[in-house]
């Protein structure tokens, strides 16, 4: 059986973008030419066709997606695994309302697959906990939140 393609979020991973989540973000390494997967938490459906995220502005993430605008998010949500395919841009040089220089990119969905492996589900979704100051580390990530959904 063929996995699920669609050309947009479906609604339960919409609603899982709404908050500060552990996700994996592929692109294109600017000098290798080959792939490059980064772990990233700010990320936020604007809609169910675009995806912004936040990372520092000096990231190698946005060296890669100024050479190769292509990028892949994997989420793990729904009891399952997801490629969010798109063509990513930095949005913004750095993201207002946030101390730190944070740069604001944006993906384009072009499709959504389920890649969960056959006659399988996700029973338990990964979790991280903030080994930094915990009252600091949740002001930041409201704050970067909030901006992102402002943007």
């Not at 399952?80 to 604001?104: D, F, H, N, Q």
């Amino acid at each position: 059986m063929a996995n699920q393609v669609e050309p947009k979020l479906i609604k339960p991973l919409f609603n899982e973008l709404q908050t500060e989540r552990f996700v994996t973000l592929a692109t294109v390494d600017f000098e290798t030419a080959g792939p490059n997967v980064s772990a990233i938490s700010w990320v936020l459906a604007k809609d169910e066709e675009t995806i912004y995220f936040a990372v520092d502005n000096r990231s190698r993430i946005v060296e890669n997606i100024k050479a190769n605008n292509k990028a892949v998010i994997n989420l793990i949500a729904n009891e399952s695994t997801y490629s969010i395919s798109g063509e990513a841009a930095l949005k913004a040089e750095k993201l207002e309302g946030v101390p730190l220089k944070l740069g604001l990119i944006e993906i384009k969905i072009q499709e959504v697959r389920d890649v969960m492996f056959y006659g399988s589900k996700i029973v338990a979704e990964p979790q991280y906990d903030k080994t930094y100051d915990k009252d600091a580390a949740a002001r930041l990530d409201r704050q970067v939140m909030d901006a992102m959904k402002k943007a």
